[in-house]
Structures are given as C-alpha cells and as structure tokens.
C-alpha cells in the first residue's frame, strides 16, 4: 500500500511538472521618436516593424507608440495587438497592423519634444499589464531626451525582467564634433536600465543597442 | 618556525644539519624497513587477491550470463523453428486439403475412363464379319466350264452377277466393320488423354508433396539440433540474430525518418486546432499534438499487426478467438482510416497556412504576390502521403519485433563482454598492485641503501667469527620481508 502512494505520488509530481505552462510569449513594445529630423527615420522604423512582425508568433504581443511631447500617454499608442493562437487569424492581425503603421507613416506630425521616459514608462505599464513572458521595449530613437516645461520624470523605471534596445541610434552634429556627448547619451541610458548599484550588480532591465539594422536577429538572442 | 628552518638550524651549518637529518632518516627507515615491507606485502596481497576475487566473480557472472544467452538464444530459436515448422505443416495440410480433397472424384474419373476404356476395347475388338460361306460354293458353280449350253451359260453368268453382287456388298459391308472399329479407337485418345492428364496431375501433386516433406525434415533437424544446444546451432541462430539486429535496426531508422515527415506534416495545422503559443513545459502544445497522433497511428497499426499475427508482442492479442480478433481487425483498421484522412485534411491545411504565411511574408517584404504554377501539386502530394504514411508506420511493426527479440541477444552479448572487460581490468589492477608494493618495497631498500651495505659488512664480519653467529646473520638475511617474498 505504501509502495501504491508512493507511485501515485510520483506519477502526480511528473504531472504537476508536464503540465506547468512557462509562459512563454514574448511582448514587444516599440517607441518611435517622431521629434525633428528623427522623423525622417520612420522609414527604417517600417523595416523594423516588418521585421517584428514577421518573427512574432501566435500568442506574442507587438505594440507600436510614438514618442512625442508626452508619451506617457496611451493615446501614443499607433497600434497595439495580441495574436491570436491560430496562426490563420494572427496574420490576418498582421496585415491589419501594417495598415495601421502605413496609415502612421502617412500622417506623422513632428513633436516639438522627445518625451523618451515617458514611452518607457507608458511601455512598462502597457507590458506588465498585458503580462507576457517575455518583455522588450525598443526605443527607435537617437535617446536625445527633451522636456517640455512642466513635465517631470525623475520615476526611477522598474525595469526588472525587461530587455531595452536602442534602435538606430544616430549621431547629432554635436555628436560629431565631440563623440564624447554621443557616448554620454548612451551611457546614461544604460544606467537608467541596468540601475547598478555601487558594487555593480544590475538591479534593473538588460541594455543593448542595436545601430545596424541588418542585425535585428539580435533584438530575441539572450 | 616552519620544519624546513627547523632542520636547517640543528647546527650552526646548515650542510650539517642537512646531513645530520639525512642520516637520522635513512637510520629511521632502515629500522623501519622490516615493517614497511610487511606492511607494503600486505597491501599489495590485499589489493592482488581482493581484486582477482573480484574479477573472479565478475568472470563468473559472465559466464552465468553466457549461459542465459545461450537458454534466451536457444529458447527464441526453438519458438522462430516452431513457428516455421508449424507453418510448413499448415501449408502442407492446405496443400493436401486442397489437391487430395479432390481425390476420390478424381479416382471416379479415373474409373470411369478405365470402363469406358475397356467397354471401348471390347468393342474394338469385335472382328469384323467374313465373307459367307456359301461364296465359296457359288464361285466353285461358277468355275465349272461353260458347256455352250446356254440355259447353264445363263444360270452360270447369273451365278456370277450373284456372286460379284454379293462380294461387293461383303467388302463395303467389311469396310463399314472396320471403319466402326476405328472410330472406336480413335474415340479411345480422349480417354487415354484425360488418364494421361490426371496422372500428371497426381504425379505433379506428388513430387510437390515430397518437396514439402523435404522441407520438413530440414526444418525438424533444424528443430532438433536446437533442442539438443549444439554449437553449430547456437552459431546460426547468434548470427541471424545479429543480422536481424542491424537490419530491423535499419528499416526502423528509415521508418523514424517517415515518421519524422509525418511529424513535420501535421505539427503546423495542429497549431489551429491546439493554439500556437501554449506549450507543455518547453515543448509546444501543438507539437505534442502531433507527436501523440503519430504515436497512436503507430499503435494502432502495432495492434493491427497482432491482430493479423503477423506479429507476437502481445500475446493477449494472438490469443483471442478468431471473432474477437477479426473485430479488433476492422476496429483497428478504422481508426487508422480515419486518422489516414484527419492527416490528410491536416496536410492540406497546412499547405493553405503556409501559402498564407508566405504571402504575409512577400507583403512584408514588399514584393509583389506571384501566384506559384502548379501549386496544387505540392498540395496534392502533401494529401496523398498524410494518407500513406499512417498505414506504412503500420508496418514498423515488423521490424520493430525483430529488432526487440534480437536485441534481447545483442545486448547479452555486449553485457557479457562488458563483464569480461570488468574482469580483464580487476585482474590488471590486482596485478598491477601486487607488483607496484614490490617496486616500492625495492625502491624503499635503494633508498636505504647505505644503511644496508653497512649491515651486510657487519653481518660479514659476523660470518668470519663465530660459526654460530654465521648461521645467525645468514638466518636473519633470509628472514628479511624482500627475501621472503623473492622465495615467495
């Protein structure tokens, strides 16, 4: 008899095991800076976009919001979406994202402000709401952060379990003549991620950034 | 103070103190040497003879091993010549069933041919009727010589008109005779021809029948030269197996490849049905799907093979009465149809769901959508094989029993070469052992080589003196743990 309970025991645990479902999907939330000459990016920005769409699967979510004068905003949000798990209706979903981004593209005004804090906040609020597996947020942006009066975002990011990459992050005439200024950006930016502490442990999201876009494959690598 | 300063500080003069240390050492070791060598043989002895226990025992569980091998050998021979033999015999029965069967209408036909035969011989044999008699008296009238009597001349000329009359009638009637009489032999050639045939048939029959019993016998010699376990028996039944093996192992790698394409066929549309983003700890759901429905074709199709007997892996299944199994049969069979055409409507879907998919990706991409020529073929052979394959697993069941029942040999085979192995290095490392406690023992005594050449000086010097004495050193020498285990 004890031998029976000891079976049934080990045949519930090997159950219990099979069936604990990792959830494993993956959300991806793109902020696209649509402030001055950054706007004229946006093309790249469609690559970028088709290339999500086109490794996202069934289950996955893509959410795509602008960064302008106050991103935490969900009326920023371009087009946001939760695939189905029929892979037939994720890319009917698809197609209509695509519309959605094509109608954007057409009708994008340039912000006076880039409010980049504001979309990530907007993003880790979107993300952790909608509860994936897998989070990333890509900034499409040259990380120039510009505030409008008024506006205040010394929120430090809770960023644990999120992956930020810095999409095509491009140089400014400053930049070039003096790198320095460019590499301070970046840096700052990755501080505000990885929010290490004195001994160096991160106790924030991880940073990447990714200029190239022929490399994009990168975005999912662990 | 670390012992290394300690030593070098005994004397003011470290090469002193060095020497010193050295020779308190090697006189520690040498009054130490009949220990350690005591010590070191027992070590050795421990390690030498428990690891040829070892060995010894490790050889002879292989050798019990063998021994099972050669019984499970013996045994799957006897079963594989039983079943052979019983077969032949069924044929043999069929065959006797069969053509014996129609023995006694053939024996009937042979009757009837051999009567109709005789009667037709009895009347071949009727001779045909003579010319009568009374010719012979009128041709002796009609040879008397004419007279010139006219009215004679007359009777003689109508004697002889009679007579010729008369013969020519006899001939034709003769040649009627002998006509009939051969009409009946040449009616005789159809009998004589169906007679000829079926002793041919008997005789083809016949020789068909010792070919069989030939066959027997090779079969009951084979039979009996396993039961008596000789070991041109065991040679030819551990060879077969073998091939067995590597064949059956073959058809299965090739079959897991069908099965593999199978897989690959439906894992994509079960996503529809299960969902594409649920997974069951890292596999995903709908390739589980997939996988369990290939799975349970292959079962069906196990359990349709022992329905049939053509197989024997569960014995429950052969054994059932034949009503029973020919349900099992059809139940079997239309689970394996309806799973052949659920695969198939898969394989089209996921010929739709990849067509949709490419044109996404074409949309993505920004090039124009181009309709493919002959894109209904593909989709017709993904149909036709999510129809095949199903019942072609079936037949994995096949070399699937092979490959079980020799691998049960196989795997003897290798276990027992494994233990041999074990054995083989027991028996170095004993040996092994043995020997590095005598090399020790040796480099021991070179070390304290110094200490040993003094002794023997003084054991010499002994030797020159007292006889008693002499007999003394020369005992204590050979009581020496080296000599000992030199005489040893």
Known sequence: MKKLYIMLGVVICLLAGCSQTENRNRGVFLLLDTSGTYALELKK?????????????????????SIDTGSFSEKDIVAKMTFDQRPSTTNNQKRLFIKKIDEFVQNVSKSKYTDISGGVLQAIDYLNEVGTGKKYILIFSDLKEELADGHIRDVPFELEGFKVIALNVTKLRTDIKDPKQYLKRVEVWRQKVEQRDESGRSHGGVWDRINDLERLDAIFKK | MSIG?????????????????????????????????????????????????????????????RQRNKAVLMAAGLESADRALHRELERMSTAIERDLGGYPQLQRQLT????????????????????????????????????GDS??????????????NQHRSAVEKHREDVSKRHGILSN?????????????????????????????????????????????????????????????????????????????LIALPMSEMVGGGNYIGPFKTSDVAGLVIILIEVTMGLFLMESLRITRLFPVIGSMD???????????????????????ALAFMRDRIAADMAALRQTLAGVEQSEAAFRMIPTYGQMIMGFILPFALTFVAIPLESFISSSRTVLGYVAVGFLLLVAFLLRLIGNLGFYMGRLISNVYDMIIYPAIWVEGVILAKMQTGTPGKQDAASTKLKESPLLVEEVE
């Open chain 2, 188 to 264: 005789m050639m159809p009998s004589f021809r169906s007679l000829n045939k079926n002793i041919e048939k008997m005789s083809l029959f016949l020789a068909d029948l010792i070919k069989r019993a030939k066959t027997i016998d090779l079969f009951i010699d084979e039979h009996r030269q396993i039961r008596q376990e000789t070991d041109g028996a065991g040679q030819k039944l551990s060879s077969s197996s073998l091939t067995q093996f590597f064949t059956a192992g073959l058809v299965l790698l090739i079959a897991f490849g069908g099965a593999v394409i199978n897989f690959n």
């Open chain 2, 322 to 344: 034949d009503r029973m199994r020919r349900r099992m049969i059809w139940i079997t069979f239309s689970i394996l149809f309806i799973l052949a055409g659920v695969e198939s």
């Open chain 1, 45 to 65: 920005a469609r690559s970028i976009i088709n290339y999500l769409l086109g490794t996202l699967e069934p289950g996955d979510t893509f959410a795509v919001a």
């Open chain 2, 151 to 164: 009215m004679v001349a007359k009777m003689l000329e109508d004697i002889n008109e009679t007579l010729q």
């Open chain 2, 5 to 65: 300063s300690f030593i070098l500080n005994i004397t003011p003069y470290q090469e002193l103190s060095i020497l010193i240390c050295l020779i308190t050492l090697l006189l520690a070791m040498y009054f130490a040497r009949k220990p350690f060598h005591r010590s070191m043989a027992s070590f050795s002895k421990i390690i030498h003879s428990s690891m040829r226990l070892s060995a010894f025992a490790v050889a002879r569980s292989a050798g019990l091993l």
């Open chain 2, 112 to 147: 009837e041919t051999i009567v109709q035969l005789e009667e037709d011989y009895t009347s071949s044999a009727e001779i045909p009727q003579a010319l009568p008699d009374w010719v012979k008296v009128i041709k002796a009238v009609a040879d008397i010589k004419p007279t």
